[in-house]
Structure formats: structure tokens, C-alpha cells
């Protein structure tokens, strides 16, 4: 006699590129970044859906900012970003989660790349 077959085991919670936005920009805040904004570039861009833009004081922030997305989208989610860069002099960090990249910049450095007014046409909220 055989034994019945088990299910499969369930995977981490998947999330929806919406859903993925959203909680960046929560562990984010979570971080103490400022200015975070979530902007929906579907339609316009074929490389993602969202994009999360937000500040860290410091260059030590933006790294703190960096780990801790990375942690839980790692351990609770089961993501890998696809890409990572600036995480050197991490003035500007980029991560590529393919549906959401994430942009943590340094308050210079975003007063001078200003991706919130290149992308200012695409809808976009703010996140306390």
C-alpha cells in the first residue's frame, strides 16, 4: 500500500507588481527614508511597472534602506532583485525587482538626477 500523495508545499506569498510597490516603499518608511514615491509607469515603459523613489539622509541611510528591502524580499517573499548598483558609494542605489525597481537616493544626488520631474506625467503618490 502506498502512501497518499502530499500536496505541494506552498511558496512565499507571491506578490503583484502593485502589491510589490507598495511594500517597498513601506519598508522604506519603515527605514525612516523621506520623500517616497510610488510611480506607476505601466504603459509607458516596457522594462517595469513600478518605480519607488526615495531618500535617505546619509550614505549610510541609503545602505540601511537597501539591506533591509533586500532582507525581507529575500527571506518572507522569496525574491532576488535582478540587478543591483551604486552600492559602493551608494549615493544613488539601485534595485531591479523587474516589476518594481527601487531608486534610494542622497538628497544631493536626487536634486541633481530628478527622476520625480522626468517621470512627473506618470501617475505617482506620495508615502508617509
Known amino acids: 500500500m502506498t502512501a497518499p500523495e502530499q500536496p505541494a508545499a506552498a511558496g512565499p506569498p507571491a506578490l503583484e507588481s502593485e502589491a510589490l510597490a507598495e511594500r517597498i516603499a513601506a519598508l522604506a518608511s519603515d527605514r525612516k527614508a523621506i520623500d517616497i514615491r510610488v510611480v506607476d509607469v505601466r504603459g509607458l515603459v516596457g522594462y517595469?511597472?513600478?518605480l519607488v523613489i526615495c531618500t535617505g539622509n546619509t550614505?549610510?541611510?541609503?545602505?540601511?534602506?537597501r539591506d533591509a528591502i533586500h532582507k525581507e524580499l529575500k527571506d518572507i517573499?522569496?525574491?532576488l532583485r535582478r540587478r543591483s548598483e551604486g552600492g559602493t558609494e551608494a549615493r544613488w542605489i539601485l534595485l531591479d525587482y523587474l516589476d518594481?525597481?527601487?531608486h534610494v537616493f542622497?538628497?544631493?544626488a536626487r536634486d541633481f538626477y530628478r527622476l520625480d520631474k522626468l517621470w512627473?506625467?506618470?501617475p505617482q503618490r506620495s508615502v508617509d
Request: with cysteine; glycine share 10%; charged share 25%.
Open 48 to 50: 517595469t511597472d513600478f
Open 120 to 122: 512627473g506625467d506618470a
Open 106 to 108: 542622497t538628497p544631493d
Open 59 to 65: 550614505e549610510r541611510q541609503t545602505t540601511a534602506i
Open 77 to 79: 517573499h522569496g525574491l
Open 100 to 102: 518594481c525597481v527601487l
